[in-house]
């Protein structure tokens, strides 16, 4: 089971960035999916969800409206569009995976996240 993050980087306040996570070893479209990021210093952060068809996302309040999950099966792929992006945004960012059923606002235990991608904002 592989989870591999990619897109992130530093951009400037109010700038956008995309993430990717390409997923493999396990069946990718009868899994619901998350992002989690944790910045440094502070606990996991549950950031958004996504159910197996993609027809249903959740969100934290403090990204709705800025953030938009979605996933697409056919390339075993889940992504993280980030607009409008805050200091605060600043964060390492993971991709997990729900072993069984979805729970809004709640992190997959660790052991089924990825190894993350870095994204900072900073002017």
């Known amino acids: 089971v592989q989870l591999v993050e990619s897109g992130g980087g530093m951009v400037q306040p109010g700038g956008s960035l995309r993430l990717s996570c390409a997923a493999s070893?396990?069946?990718?479209?009868?899994?619901?999916m998350s992002w989690v990021r944790q910045a440094p210093g502070k606990g996991p952060e549950w950031v958004s969800a996504?159910?197996?068809?993609?027809?249903?996302?959740y969100y934290a309040d403090s990204v709705k409206g800025r953030f938009t999950i979605s996933r697409d099966n056919t390339k075993n792929t889940l992504y993280l569009q980030m607009n409008s992006l805050k200091p605060e945004d600043t964060a390492l960012y993971y991709c997990?995976?729900?072993?069984?059923?979805?729970?809004?606002?709640?992190?997959?235990?660790?052991?089924?996240w990825g190894q993350g991608t870095q994204v900072t904002v900073s002017s």
């Open positions: 070893g396990f069946a990718f479209s009868i899994v619901d």
């Open positions: 997990a995976r729900y072993p069984r059923a979805l729970h809004v606002g709640v992190p997959p235990a660790r052991a089924y």
């Open positions: 996504i159910n197996t068809g993609g027809s249903r996302t």
